[in-house]
């Protein structure tokens, strides 16, 4: 699978978007011109490609003229609203529990993300790096990952710590001045492989907010997409009425061409139609179980262009028709 096909959460980016609502900013204009209006964005838990999301970073530094994404939404961002994964992380029992349990699962959150834990006697690194080829938006979306580690700390350790050293891919540095006390006390390092951040291996045993024991009971398997099959569902599923139901349109989102994305599919032993055909067939059971959503509204959703399309298909998939099989449910 092309590297450069990565999925991120909603929940990443929501404090971005909310803090540009809250002054003033029309953000649906820039959801539009990244294509990003495409999908259902208030839910944390769904999944967006990361192409998109650089083309919306790179949108807001250019109409907003903002550089420093650090400085504008660094007091936004909070752990522990982003998704399953920032709250398990915020209630780990301790720092240590918190970083190991980050590392493991990263990629619940950004498929294309990564996280190494070190310790090297006294000294304690965490960096964190992604594995697709660099590209216009993404420094921006480094920043704000920065900020989600950095905030992990802070809810340890307090708004006085300071971190010994912090190591940046860019050649820029942000502002740190409104949320360290004293950034000269801060070694800077600029052009790093990894952006990370170093501390006394002493405070890795520094409580966080709870007491969850960190176990894969947590996570469900099927929630962490990593096969291109359920990169599509995961899309599909995110997506307003299915509106990325259309291998093309998909394949420009996955950043692959329609040939490979075919190609690709097909050495799995499948295709865009029987990725999408399987989806809609699973979605379509778990819509009926709500008896307040009709028929009509049900095939919308799945992305038919009418309710007897739907009523085909479903009776292709069971048999029997959507109401019958609600009547016997």
Known sequence: MNTDAHLIQCGFFQPVLE??????VNTEKLLLKSSLSRFDLDSSENY???????????????????????????????????????????????????????????TMLMTHGRMRLEIDGPICKVSQWYIDAPKPGRDFVDYVDLCYLLNAFRIAMGADWTPLEIHLQSQIAPDFD?????????????????TAVVVPTAIMRTPMMGDV???SNHLATDSIPGTLPQFIE????SSKNAQVA?????????????????????????????????????SSLELLEDEQAGVNEIAERLGYANTP?????????????????RDLM
Do not use: H
């Open 19 to 24: 803090t540009l609502r809250q002054s003033g």
């Open 48 to 106: 967006v490609p990361i192409n998109l999301l650089y083309a919306l970073m790179l949108e807001i530094s250019k109409s907003q003229g903002i550089d420093d994404f650090y400085d504008c939404f660094a007091a936004e961002i909070d752990v522990q609203n982003l998704s399953d994964f920032g709250e398990i992380t915020a209630f780990a029992p301790d720092l240590l529990s918190a970083a190991r349990f980050a590392e493991k699962n990263i």
């Open 178 to 194: 409104n949320l360290f006390p004293d950034v000269r006390n801060i070694r800077i390092l600029l052009g790093q492989p990894v």
């Open 213 to 215: 024991s960190l176990d």
């Open 234 to 237: 995961k899309l599909l599923a």
């Open 246 to 282: 259309n291998m093309g349109l998909m394949a420009d989102m996955l950043d692959i061409s329609p040939r490979t994305l075919r190609r690709k599919l097909s050495e799995l032993d499948t295709t865009f139609f029987e990725v999408v055909d399987s989806w809609r067939f699973k």
């Open 309 to 325: 399309n739907f009523e085909r298909a479903f009776k292709r998939w069971t048999g029997t028709s959507p109401g019958n099989y």
